[in-house]
C-alpha cells in the first residue's frame, strides 16, 4: 500500500512540473464595434486583470496599466498623433501574433501601447506610468483576441 500511495505523489508532482506553474485569468467583451475581445492575462506572481472598463492590470494589489477599447480606426489616428508629437517616442512598431502595435513612450513619463486586433474593427489602448519595463511586462503577459 505504501508502495501505491508513493507512486501515485510521485505522478502527481511529474504532472505539476510539466504541466508548469503559470495561472491566467481571461475576460470577453462585447465591445462598441459589435466584435468580442479576449484578454487572457497570465496571473503568476501576482498580476491580476480586472473586468471593468477600463481594464486593468495590477500586481500585488497596484495598478501597473489600465486599457479601453476603441475602434479600429482610432489606430491610425493615434499612429499619426504618435509620429508628429514631439514628446512622443516610437520604442518599437510590430505586428506580432494577429496584432499590430506600437509601444511609445510620452515625455518619459507615460509608456503606451496602441494596439490593432487583426481581422477585427477594434483596437485597444494600454497605458503605464510605472516604467518602460513593467508596461512591456504587463502586455507580454497579455493575450488580446478577436472571438
Do not use: H
Not at 508532482?13 to 475581445?37: E, H, P, R, W
Not at 487572457?40 to 486593468?56: E, H, I, K, Q
Not at 500586481?59 to 489606430?75: A, C, P
Not at 499590430?100 to 503606451?112: A, G, K, L, T, W
Request: contains cysteine; charged residues 25%.
Amino acid at each position: 500500500m505504501k508502495k501505491i500511495v508513493t507512486l501515485v505523489l510521485g505522478m502527481c508532482m511529474l504532472a505539476f512540473v510539466l504541466t508548469g506553474c503559470s495561472t491566467y485569468k481571461s475576460y470577453t467583451y462585447n465591445v462598441d464595434t459589435g466584435d468580442q475581445i479576449e484578454l487572457r492575462l497570465d496571473t503568476t506572481g501576482g498580476y491580476d486583470l480586472s473586468s471593468d472598463l477600463p481594464f486593468a492590470i495590477t500586481k500585488d494589489g497596484e495598478t501597473l496599466s489600465q486599457g479601453s477599447f476603441i475602434i479600429g480606426e482610432g489606430y491610425d489616428i493615434y499612429a499619426e498623433g504618435i509620429k508628429s508629437d514631439s514628446g512622443a517616442e516610437v520604442i518599437e512598431e510590430k505586428t506580432y501574433n494577429g496584432l499590430q502595435y506600437i509601444f511609445y513612450s510620452y515625455n518619459d513619463r507615460e509608456y503606451n501601447y496602441v494596439v490593432k486586433i487583426v481581422g477585427s474593427d477594434t483596437a485597444v489602448l494600454i497605458g503605464n506610468i510605472v516604467s518602460e519595463k513593467s508596461a512591456r511586462e504587463c502586455f507580454e503577459r497579455l493575450t488580446i483576441r478577436k472571438k
